[in-house]
């Protein structure tokens, strides 16, 4: 499976740029003739502007019909990354998933808010995992900050999900976590970790970054596609064999004993 990740910088409150800016890189992306193309954590408001909820997309709908439209003309599996998701008066933090053929296959509202940011001020918590298949593979998404919760990962592997992605919009300050993160979760549950992050200002502070460092991670916790921090598409192919090959000889869910835990 070939994988095409988009490793955006995101204007603050500017939704229309953070659209064409999207856009071209996801056209660079489709170019490519990548079979998912994955983008970054509210890629429509970007993280997060004090008027987020004046900017947020109602019922998702200008997004969704963008992301359809986008996978139905290219013929492309998208993870579109999360938006600022509006209904009525709670706002949400959701990705949405769409296969070649347009349709949308997932929504998933983020779960664990980062209170240190105040999220959980702006936002509410979604309630629900969400598994998916894309070209018949088992998928999960995660957003940012749920990727510190190992459980809410285990939760997608035992699932079967083989591939989870993680759009974030995580600081450059704390990439030995995002990174530590990614490789433990793929190594802990087999599977492959897909990771989309943005890289540029933090609040409009050229002083803080968004710390890049978008990833492919399979079960073994080595790089498919390493981190760096550039701007543009980063691709990679997923080879699912080693999910089988890690398991026939590390299998650790025969191993498991939820009979002594409740995890």
Not at 50 to 63: I, L, P, W, Y
Request: one cysteine or more.
């Amino acid at each position: 499976m070939k994988i095409a990740i988009v490793q955006a910088a995101l204007q603050q409150s500017q939704v229309a740029e953070n659209f064409q800016t999207i856009q071209a890189l996801m056209e660079e992306a489709a170019a490519n003739q990548p079979d998912v193309i994955v983008l970054p954590e509210l890629w429509n408001t970007s993280f997060l502007p004090e008027d987020v909820k004046e900017r947020a997309d109602e019922g998702g709908k200008v997004s969704r019909q963008f992301l359809s439209q986008f996978a139905k003309n290219y013929q492309v599996n998208v993870v579109g990354g999360s938006v600022a998701n509006r209904r009525g008066d709670k706002l949400f933090n959701t990705a949405y998933v769409y296969n070649r053929k347009g349709q949308e296959l997932a929504a998933y509202d983020k779960a664990h808010l980062f209170s240190p940011a105040k999220e959980n001020g702006y936002f509410e918590a979604g309630e629900a995992s969400v598994t998916f298949e894309l070209d018949g593979v088992k998928c999960g998404i995660v957003t940012c900050y749920d990727l510190r919760f190992p459980e809410w990962v285990r939760a997608l592997a035992l699932a079967d999900a083989q591939i989870v992605f993680a759009p974030a919009a995580w600081p450059e300050v704390r990439n030995l976590h995002w990174d530590t993160l990614g490789r433990a979760r793929a190594i802990e549950n087999q599977l492959f970790v897909v990771s989309a992050n943005s890289r540029g200002p933090v609040n409009g502070d050229e002083e803080a970054l968004y710390g890049g460092h978008s990833a492919i991670i399979d079960p073994w916790g080595e790089y498919v596609v390493s981190p760096d921090l550039q701007v543009g598409v980063k691709y990679g192919e997923i080879d699912l064999s080693v999910i089988e090959g890690i398991r026939s000889s590390i299998n650790v869910f025969n191993d498991r004993r939820p009979d002594i835990y409740n995890i």
